[in-house]
């Protein structure tokens, strides 16, 4: 475990002093500022303005960010060649990757806080108050995205270079939050085996389930029993990929 | 501290697959060597001959197709690797770190039970960078840094948790002279203390001075392999001129049973004999003849007509 620790500790510090970082919360700062605007213009209710705007905002930054990291923290070692000397240590293989993962998932954290700490800000210069749970379940939800997504972008750079692994990471991002939908409007000319696969990539890769906006608005319940469902997927996702990751891991050759 | 252990590469051979066509490479192929315990070895080769990939061999970052790598018998583990300390050829470390970020990581990845002692690995990662003279740098990021200091690092770095193997991949590039010296002192230093050295350099003057063994790959074939001890006593005897009494003088010579072989080089003839007392006699009894004597000095296992087979063009050039 010692070992996990001290390289999430450093894939932390490193991502927290990556060239990302701060445009990605500037980024999000503009964002809100605009889906704040974005509000005041429109005719529809101001909060759900601001939750739809906002969010998608919020929900791009995240995930864009999350394969960046993902990416950058584990091909680009490869590349670059510190991961020769980073496993030449006596650190096993999946502790490397986990560690690498988990200092990840805490540099999206602390985005995250960043983010929402100038959310609740114009919350409040629009007299809303403090977030309710509606609210920052939404926002957990997406953090929940970015950790998958991350969890993604790690996978693939586990065997491919950093370009074939940001753009598999978009494409696999992409698919997720359309795979629903398609399944929905297949044409009906559509072959049997098309329609099965489709169906089947939508009920197991379906990032539609971590957009609450509706729910964060009021315009849709969901049973708290629906929402650790939800979470529940997501985190078993992220355990899977991360161990598939793991298994593909151990067996490469360390190679700059 | 505990013994320096021995390094076995046994009948390994490496192939790899090129990512577009899937071709294989052979990059090391039926390898044999022993980096024998408290030895200071060269592992020496054109460039592609195999010899990172037999580094990395040794660390666990490849693994062979066949055969094995040993470190006292046993299979390269976590375990193993806590006692090799490494250098790579270009500098690894993340330059938005500062050295005393990477000397904690290091420490703590490599002496998990030092990191309680605060003041403990505190005083290690003072000492190290003092040593090095980083000190004064220790909060300066990585990048910031010049070459020759972020070579000072890696040595820092690799040599911090007090290894019992040292691994160095051309430990002398981007150094200045002075630097050079410092890094001969530090590794002489090592080998002094009886620990397990590798050793890959082009430099073969670093290598003649620092190396106990000599092992020359290519190809990733093993191809020259000798010890100093092969050559312990062994003299050189240059003469000038290919006039007739120095011809004479070299039949003569190598009709004595401690005469060893005979070179001709441009107008030079180089005698060489096991032994220093049958060396020094033949050269009075030489001297006596009249024959011009340009160089008596040891011979060592960088005898460079043995690596000139090897290296070839290389090392002319």
Redesign the interface.
Known sequence: MGPMLTIMRQSFLLLRRDKIFLPAVVSGVMVTLFANLASDWGIEEFRKILFDVGALGFHLTGCLVATFWGTKTISEARTDGSLEIQLAAPVSRVSWLVGKYLGLVLGLILLWILTMIFWQAIMLANNFGLMEQPQLLFFAFQLIEWALVAAVAVFYSTFAGVTIALFATFSTWLAGLVSFPVSQNLPPFADGWSVAVVKWLARVWDLRQFNLSAYATGVEKISPGELQVRAGYGVILVLIIITVSCIFFRRRDVMA | MSQAPEIKVSEVTKV?YSDVKKLAHTIVKDLSVTFRSGRSSALLGHNGAGKTTTI?LV?????PTRGNVSIDGLPVA??Q??R?G?M?E?N???P??TPM?VMD??L???R?EQ?RDGARSRAAIEESLRHVELWDHRNKRVGKLSKGMARRLAWA?ATIHDPTVLILDEPMSGLDPTGRMAMREWISGFRRAGKTIILCSHELVTVGELCDDVNILNKGKLVYSATNEDYQGAYRLSLSGIDEAATAAMREGARLPDFRRARREGFAVHLDFFDYAAAASWMLAALQRGVVVTGFAPVSIFDEDVLLKYFGKELES
């Open positions: 790899v990395k660390l666990g970052l490849v693994r976590e375990a690797r806590r090799i490494y790579p270009v690894r470390i993340p938005v770190l970020e990581y290091h703590a990845t490599y998990p990191l770095q």
